[in-house]
């Protein structure tokens, strides 16, 4: 038996009402609940773990040069297959897929492009540590019914809607439409996702960050006294101790901050001079930016706002900062102060 109020809200509700208010439009509404479900179908497959013969690599690899997990491939099946007949979206495109998919002739094209990491985390899918799935829905430019890379191709201030589920102990599926960051849980018993966590606010304040310290060699000055000084605790300049979290599924991280705030830090380093930076703008640090400026965070660059940001190409990379706007501030203070002095 489910335990959650009779009176409680459903995703389902939830997007009823902003159609109602006039935030998102049927199509929208319904292309969301198509992506809802797609997870819930990878939740599925991804609790079976081992019984259900998806762990393990996939033995391809992707246009980033990353090896493959069953679970990548299969998610991006999930995701691509649920959503090419509803007829809400023009085109996908993927962590995992060289260029874009159109939509298949065989059904209508909608106004929607959406971009997605199918499975986000991949290096804790075989020590069962939580994973999950980020997505970005766009507009797709007036006029083009064929739409080809270049039409992704537009800032994260474009982003019309943007969201993640988290396959962690419960699932969650954690949107923005532009108005507030929630969250919602999946109730497996009724196959639906109940809003357990209505606008999120990050704290402007934190004394946790986290960060993959074993590439520490390759940071820009900025950054090694930038941790340096969080490191120094108390008795240095910053005047705290801070903590540190790192879980390797940029998910899990986001989704710590979102709850009870704290600093994500993936930073530009020189370990691979030709990637500036380790995510990737359209499918990682754009939908994660809309989420946490939705509830009262920032995120940067170091140098900027990463919402901002001209897209050149469908997979670029960036440095990301991202979560207690103050903090946030802080640590592009350090970028600000590098250049001053260099
Ligand atoms: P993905 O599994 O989609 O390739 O993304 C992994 C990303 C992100 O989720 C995480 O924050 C980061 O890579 C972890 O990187 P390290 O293994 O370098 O710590
Ligand atoms: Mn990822
Ligand atoms: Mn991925």
């Known amino acids: ?38 997870c819930t179908s990878i939740s599925i497959a991804v609790s079976k773990g081992a019984l259900g013969g998806v762990l393990g690599d996939a033995g391809t690899g992707n246009v980033q ?4 997990k069953k679970l990548d491939v299969l998610s991006n099946d999930i995701l691509l297959e649920a959503n090419a007949w509803g ?6 495109a993927s962590e995992e897929m060289d260029h874009c998919q159109p939509i298949p002739d065989a059904y209508p094209r909608g106004n929607f492009l959406l971009l997605f990491d199918p499975l986000d985390g991949s290096s804790n899918i075989d ?37 993640y589920c988290i396959y962690g102990p419960s699932t969650m599926l954690v949107l923005s439409v ?12 009724q196959g639906a996702f109940v809003l357990t966590q209505g606008d999120m606010r990050i704290p402007d304040e934190t004394a946790e960050f986290a960060i993959n310290v074993s590439n520490q060699r390759h940071w820009e000055p900025a950054m090694q006294q930038y941790v340096e000084d969080l490191l120094a605790g108390k008795q240095g300049p910053r005047g705290k101790d801070f903590n540190m979290r790192w ?3 940029m998910v899990a991280d986001v989704h710590r901050i979102l709850t009870r705030g704290g600093i994500f830090i993936y930073p530009w380093d020189r370990k691979d001079p030709s990637k500036p930076g380790k995510l990737r703008l359209m499918y990682e640090a754009n939908p994660m930016g ?53």
């Open 127 to 163: 020590v069962n540590v939580s994973v999950g799935t980020i997505f970005s829905v766009l507009r797709c430019p007036d006029g083009v019914t064929t739409p080809t890379d270049e039409h992704f191709l537009q800032p994260g201030t474009a982003q019309v809607a943007a969201g």
């Open 1 to 38: 038996m489910s335990n959650h109020p009779a009176a409680s809200i459903s995703l389902t509700r939830y997007l009823i009402e902003e159609q109602r208010a006039g935030r998102i439009n049927a199509e929208l509404r319904q292309l969301i609940a198509v992506v809802a479900r797609a």
């Open 87 to 92: 007829g809400h979206l023009a085109a996908c």
């Open 247 to 249: 879980i390797a599924s």
């Open 178 to 189: 532009g108005h507030g960051t929630h969250a919602f849980t999946l109730d497996r018993e």
């Open 65 to 68: 040069g990353e090896a493959q």
């Open 290 to 342: 809309m989420l946490v400026e939705q509830a009262g965070g920032a995120a940067s660059t170091g140098r900027g706002r990463i919402l901002d940001i001209a897209p050149t190409q469908l997979h670029q990379r960036v440095p990301v900062f991202l979560g207690s706007r103050n903090e946030v501030a802080a640590v592009e203070r350090y970028h600000a102060t590098a250049v001053a002095s260099a």
